[in-house]
C-alpha cells in the first residue's frame, strides 16, 4: 500500500508560536486526509483534501496539498493550549474504504 | 447518531487469558477498521472488513489475534491467549464511500 510519511514526530511550541506538520508521499495521492488525536483520545477527522494545490482553512488551522499531490501539510496560527494532541495524515490505501496512515506528529503548548 | 461504540473501555486480564473486544459501527457505513495503539509501534491496522468479509488482515499480528464480523452491526477482535505485550489500546472505526474513518472511543487492554 502506500506509505504517507511525516515529519517532525514531535513539535514544542510557545503558546502563540505557529506551527506546521508534513506529510510527503513517494507516490501521487488521490486524496490526502487529515486526523487529531487528543490525549487520551481517538483519532477524529479534521478534512480532505482532493485537487492538486488545493488549500482549505478551519479557523487558525490552514491545510495545502501539493500540486504534485505527493505532500500536504497542516498549519497552525497561534498555537493555543487546546491544540495539543497528534496531528495524523492518512493517504488512500490500495483497496476501498482503506487509508494508510503516517506516524503521526506530537504537538505540544507551553502555556 | 451514536458514533461508533467499543466496548468495554478498559480492560485488565492476565496473561494467557482470553480477551474479546467489541465494536459496533456506525450504522450504514460498509468498511470497518481495528487498530492498535501503542508509543513504541504507533497506530497500527490490524484487519479492516468491506461489507463484512476480511478484506486485510495483513496486520494482524499472530494466531492469537481473530476477528470476526457476522452482521454489519457489530465485529469482535479476539486474543487467545493473552500476553503482555499485547497491552495497547485497540481502535475500531468505521467508513462508507470514502476514506475517511470514524473512531471510536479505544478500548485499553492491560495484560499482567
Known amino acids: 500500500g502506500q506509505q504517507v510519511m511525516q515529519i517532525p514526530q514531535y513539535q514544542h511550541v510557545q503558546e502563540g508560536e505557529d506551527f506546521t506538520t508534513y506529510c510527503n508521499s513517494s507516490?501521487?495521492?488521490?486524496?490526502i486526509q487529515w486526523y487529531k488525536q487528543r490525549p487520551g483520545g481517538h483519532p477524529v477527522f479534521l478534512i480532505q483534501?482532493?485537487?492538486?494545490?488545493e488549500v482549505k482553512k478551519q479557523k487558525r488551522l490552514t491545510f495545502q496539498f501539493g500540486e504534485a499531490k505527493k505532500n500536504s501539510s497542516l498549519h497552525i496560527t497561534a498555537t493555543q493550549t487546546t491544540d495539543v494532541g497528534t496531528y495524523f495524515c492518512a493517504g488512500p490505501g490500495t483497496n476501498a474504504g482503506k487509508s494508510t496512515f503516517g506516524d503521526g506528529t506530537t504537538l505540544t503548548v507551553k502555556p | 447518531d451514536a458514533g461508533v461504540i467499543q466496548s468495554p473501555r478498559h480492560e485488565v486480564t492476565e496473561m494467557g487469558q482470553e480477551v474479546t473486544l467489541r465494536c459496533k459501527p456506525i450504522s450504514g457505513h460498509n468498511s470497518l477498521f481495528w487498530y492498535r495503539q501503542t508509543m513504541m509501534r504507533g497506530l497500527e491496522l490490524l484487519i479492516y472488513f468491506n461489507n463484512n468479509v476480511p478484506i486485510d488482515d495483513s496486520g494482524m499480528p499472530e494466531d492469537r489475534f481473530s476477528a470476526k464480523m457476522p452482521n454489519a452491526s457489530f465485529s469482535t477482535l479476539k486474543i487467545q491467549p493473552s500476553e503482555p505485550r499485547d497491552s495497547a489500546v485497540y481502535f475500531c472505526?468505521?467508513?462508507?464511500?470514502?476514506?475517511?474513518?470514524?473512531f471510536g472511543p479505544g478500548t485499553r487492554l492491560t495484560v499482567l
Open positions: 483534501l482532493v485537487k492538486s494545490g
Open positions: 472505526a468505521s467508513s462508507w464511500g470514502t476514506d475517511t474513518q470514524y
Open positions: 507516490t501521487t495521492l488521490s486524496n
